[in-house]
T-cell receptor, first 115, second 119 residues
Framework: AQSVSQHNHHVILSEAASLELGCNYS??????LFWYVQYPGQHLQLLLK??????LVKGIKGFEAEFIKSKFSFNLRKPSVQWSDTAEYFC?????????????FGKGTKLSVKP | DADVTQTPRNRITKTGKRIMLECSQT?????MYWYRQDPGLGLQLIYY???????NKGEISDGYSVSRQAQAKFSLSLESAIPNQTALYFC??????????????????FGPGTRLTVL
């Protein structure tokens, strides 16, 4: 079955540290890729998305992600995190021709940034 | 103004009660979705609808039903609520409202969520 894996359940960083959150999916076909963020008590908001073209995509608030097709990965990065980045981050994948026909979400990674 | 709204935002109910959660959107999207979120499990798709006459089960539809009353409205019902349906419920929409790639359908926009507690 198609799936999306996020490697870390909870990441704790100090302010100014660099961030990389892993996301891998299991599907050999065409995909669209998304990272969503959920701040405490709020709904999911789109951070960035990849449809086609340049595999390095830039999103809001200094986040970026790189699509590496050969590794089935779409890792999220930020060079220097801030306390306000404390949130839960979800990777989501749309599989063209997949059995579900919709977005498949990873289980999420909680990021805690210490001031 | 919020594009995707959900009512109620919080609800506490008892086992066996019928509950309806409502979702409305002003984005003009034709696709709507209901998810539940449980800690550590991410989002699980309950039902989705690609237009008013098209409703599909998601991965965890048992115990739930939906109604697409209009393009802008998509309701989720729990016919007889049970405690393990305690969760955060999100409505989402996607669609194409102008010129652009078909892949724009794949980006979903979420409502603020409904926190449901079943005692």
């Amino acid at each position: 079955a198609q799936s999306v894996s996020q490697h870390n359940h909870h990441v704790i960083l100090s302010e100014a540290a660099s961030l990389e959150l892993g996301c891998n999916y299991s599907y050999g076909g065409t995909v669209n890729l998304f990272w969503y963020v959920q701040y405490p008590g709020q709904h999911l908001q789109l951070l960035l998305k990849y449809f086609s073209g340049d595999p390095l995509v830039k999103g809001i608030k200094g986040f970026e992600a790189e699509f590496i097709k050969s590794k089935f990965s779409f890792n999220l990065r930020k060079p220097s995190v801030q306390w306000s980045d404390t949130a839960e981050y979800f990777c989501a994948v749309y599989l063209y021709g997949g059995s579900q026909g919709n977005l498949i979400f990873g289980k999420g990674t909680k990021l805690s940034v210490k001031p | 103004d919020a594009d995707v709204t959900q009512t109620p935002r919080n609800r506490i109910t008892k086992t066996g009660k019928r509950i309806m959660l409502e979702c409305s959107q002003t984005k003009g999207h034709d696709r709507m979705y209901w998810y539940r979120q449980d800690p550590g499990l991410g989002l699980q798709l309950i039902y989705y609808s690609f237009d008013v006459k098209d409703i599909n089960k998601g991965e965890i539809s048992d115990g739930y039903s939906v109604s697409r009353q209009a393009q802008a409205k998509f309701s989720l019902s729990l016919e007889s609520a049970i405690p393990n349906q305690t969760a955060l419920y999100f409505c989402a929409t996607s669609g194409q409202t102008g010129p652009g790639p078909v892949s724009s359908y794949n980006e979903q926009f979420f409502g603020p969520g409904t926190r449901l507690t079943v005692l």
